[in-house]
Protein backbone atom coordinates (compact mmCIF):
# COMPACT_ATOMS: atom_id res chain seq x y z
CA UNK A 1 0.00 0.00 0.00
CA UNK A 2 3.03 2.11 0.83
CA UNK A 3 4.47 2.24 -2.95
CA UNK A 4 0.90 2.50 -4.00
CA UNK A 5 0.10 6.00 -1.85
CA UNK A 6 3.33 7.36 -3.18
CA UNK A 7 2.40 6.32 -7.05
CA UNK A 8 -0.61 8.34 -6.34
CA UNK A 9 1.23 11.34 -4.86
CA UNK A 10 3.94 11.89 -7.80
CA UNK A 11 1.10 11.29 -10.41
CA UNK A 12 -0.40 14.73 -9.06
CA UNK A 13 2.84 16.27 -10.91
CA UNK A 14 0.99 15.29 -14.36
CA UNK A 15 -2.78 15.36 -13.82
CA UNK A 16 -5.57 17.52 -12.68
CA UNK A 17 -7.16 15.27 -10.38
CA UNK A 18 -6.70 11.57 -9.05
CA UNK A 19 -9.31 9.63 -7.73
CA UNK A 20 -8.13 6.12 -5.28
CA UNK A 21 -10.55 3.62 -5.66
CA UNK A 22 -10.24 1.34 -2.74
CA UNK A 23 -12.27 -1.99 -2.26
CA UNK A 24 -12.44 -1.48 1.69
CA UNK A 25 -13.69 1.91 3.76
CA UNK A 26 -10.34 2.65 5.22
CA UNK A 27 -6.49 1.99 3.94
CA UNK A 28 -3.39 -0.17 6.04
CA UNK A 29 -0.63 2.16 5.11
CA UNK A 30 0.76 4.52 7.63
CA UNK A 31 -0.85 7.62 9.10
CA UNK A 32 1.55 9.66 7.83
CA UNK A 33 1.26 9.21 4.27
CA UNK A 34 -2.33 9.17 4.67
CA UNK A 35 -2.87 12.36 6.09
CA UNK A 36 -0.48 13.90 2.96
CA UNK A 37 -2.42 11.86 0.53
CA UNK A 38 -6.26 12.89 2.24
CA UNK A 39 -4.68 16.24 2.31
CA UNK A 40 -3.82 16.94 -1.19
CA UNK A 41 -6.10 18.97 -3.09
CA UNK A 42 -6.35 16.73 -6.36
CA UNK A 43 -6.89 13.57 -4.64
CA UNK A 44 -10.04 12.52 -3.73
CA UNK A 45 -11.42 8.55 -2.67
CA UNK A 46 -13.95 6.64 -3.48
CA UNK A 47 -14.72 4.26 -0.72
CA UNK A 48 -16.12 0.30 -0.65
CA UNK A 49 -15.96 0.05 -4.22
CA UNK A 50 -14.21 -1.81 -7.32
CA UNK A 51 -13.60 -1.34 -10.90
CA UNK A 52 -15.90 -3.68 -12.91
CA UNK A 53 -15.64 -2.13 -16.34
CA UNK A 54 -13.34 -0.33 -18.56
CA UNK A 55 -14.66 1.87 -21.15
CA UNK A 56 -12.85 3.37 -23.66
CA UNK A 57 -12.37 3.85 -27.65
CA UNK A 58 -10.89 1.32 -29.58
CA UNK A 59 -8.69 3.90 -32.52
CA UNK A 60 -6.81 5.08 -30.78
CA UNK A 61 -6.83 3.22 -27.84
CA UNK A 62 -7.54 5.17 -24.56
CA UNK A 63 -9.66 5.17 -21.37
CA UNK A 64 -12.72 7.46 -21.14
CA UNK A 65 -14.04 6.29 -18.32
CA UNK A 66 -14.73 3.42 -15.61
CA UNK A 67 -17.70 1.83 -14.11
CA UNK A 68 -17.55 1.26 -10.33
CA UNK A 69 -19.82 -0.70 -8.41
CA UNK A 70 -20.03 -0.30 -4.51
CA UNK A 71 -19.60 -3.66 -2.51
CA UNK A 72 -21.81 -2.97 -0.19
CA UNK A 73 -24.58 -1.65 -1.44
CA UNK A 74 -23.90 -3.02 -5.18
CA UNK A 75 -24.63 0.77 -7.44
CA UNK A 76 -22.84 1.18 -9.84
CA UNK A 77 -21.95 4.47 -11.14
CA UNK A 78 -19.63 5.53 -14.16
CA UNK A 79 -16.28 7.97 -13.58
CA UNK A 80 -14.99 10.01 -16.28
CA UNK A 81 -11.28 9.49 -16.70
CA UNK A 82 -8.31 9.59 -19.06
CA UNK A 83 -5.82 7.30 -17.04
CA UNK A 84 -6.11 4.13 -15.17
CA UNK A 85 -3.65 2.49 -12.68
CA UNK A 86 -4.29 -1.12 -11.13
CA UNK A 87 -3.34 -2.06 -7.77
CA UNK A 88 -4.03 -6.06 -6.46
CA UNK A 89 -3.32 -8.55 -4.43
CA UNK A 90 -1.75 -11.91 -4.84
CA UNK A 91 -2.93 -13.42 -7.28
CA UNK A 92 -3.10 -11.28 -10.71
CA UNK A 93 -6.36 -9.91 -11.33
CA UNK A 94 -6.21 -9.09 -14.96
CA UNK A 95 -9.00 -10.98 -16.69
CA UNK A 96 -10.08 -7.02 -16.77
CA UNK A 97 -7.66 -6.35 -19.88
CA UNK A 98 -7.43 -10.00 -21.71
CA UNK A 99 -7.65 -9.50 -25.32
CA UNK A 100 -5.93 -5.43 -25.08
CA UNK A 101 -2.90 -6.26 -23.26
CA UNK A 102 -0.75 -9.23 -24.16
CA UNK A 103 -0.59 -11.71 -21.01
CA UNK A 104 0.84 -15.41 -20.83
CA UNK A 105 -1.52 -18.62 -19.97
CA UNK A 106 -1.36 -17.98 -16.49
CA UNK A 107 -2.89 -14.42 -16.34
CA UNK A 108 0.40 -12.18 -16.28
CA UNK A 109 0.84 -9.54 -17.97
CA UNK A 110 3.85 -9.63 -20.74
CA UNK A 111 6.06 -6.47 -20.66
CA UNK A 112 8.84 -6.02 -22.99
CA UNK A 113 12.28 -7.32 -21.56
CA UNK A 114 14.05 -4.88 -18.91
CA UNK A 115 11.13 -2.41 -18.92
CA UNK A 116 7.49 -2.45 -17.86
CA UNK A 117 6.00 -1.25 -21.10
CA UNK A 118 3.29 -3.24 -22.77
CA UNK A 119 2.62 -4.03 -26.31
CA UNK A 120 0.46 -1.20 -26.64
CA UNK A 121 2.03 2.31 -25.90
CA UNK A 122 1.44 4.75 -22.68
CA UNK A 123 0.37 1.24 -20.75
CA UNK A 124 3.09 -0.05 -18.29
CA UNK A 125 2.83 -3.32 -16.07
CA UNK A 126 4.77 -3.39 -12.23
CA UNK A 127 4.19 -5.79 -9.58
CA UNK A 128 1.84 -8.83 -9.16
CA UNK A 129 0.27 -8.54 -12.32
CA UNK A 130 3.60 -8.81 -13.84
CA UNK A 131 6.31 -11.10 -11.87
CA UNK A 132 4.70 -14.11 -11.00
CA UNK A 133 8.59 -15.62 -9.42
CA UNK A 134 9.33 -12.67 -7.08
CA UNK A 135 5.93 -11.66 -5.87
CA UNK A 136 7.67 -9.61 -2.98
CA UNK A 137 6.49 -5.37 -2.01
CA UNK A 138 10.42 -5.08 -2.89
CA UNK A 139 10.17 -6.31 -5.95
CA UNK A 140 6.78 -4.13 -7.25
CA UNK A 141 8.08 -1.12 -5.86
CA UNK A 142 10.87 -1.45 -8.01
CA UNK A 143 8.91 -2.04 -11.01
CA UNK A 144 6.67 0.42 -9.53
CA UNK A 145 9.27 2.98 -9.82
CA UNK A 146 10.14 2.18 -13.47
CA UNK A 147 6.69 2.07 -14.77
CA UNK A 148 6.79 5.49 -13.08
CA UNK A 149 9.72 6.51 -14.89
CA UNK A 150 8.86 5.56 -17.91
CA UNK A 151 5.14 6.41 -18.01
CA UNK A 152 6.78 10.22 -16.91
CA UNK A 153 9.34 9.58 -20.16
CA UNK A 154 5.86 8.50 -21.82
CA UNK A 155 3.96 11.43 -21.34
CA UNK A 156 7.17 14.08 -21.56
CA UNK A 157 7.46 12.85 -25.06
CA UNK A 158 3.52 14.01 -26.11
Known amino acids: MLLILYNYLFLTNFAKKITLVHRKSELKAE ?3 QKKLFSHPK ?3 IWDSI ?3 IIGTENPKGVTAVKLKNIKTNKITELQTH ?3 VAIGHDPATAL ?3 QINMDNSGYIITQPDSTKTNI ?3 FAA ?3 KDKLYRQAVTAAGMGCMAALEAEKHLSNH
Do not use: A, T, W, Y
Open 51 to 53: VSE
Open 83 to 85: GLF
Open 43 to 45: ISV
Open 127 to 129: GDV
Open 97 to 99: FKG
Open 121 to 123: PGV
Open 31 to 33: KLL
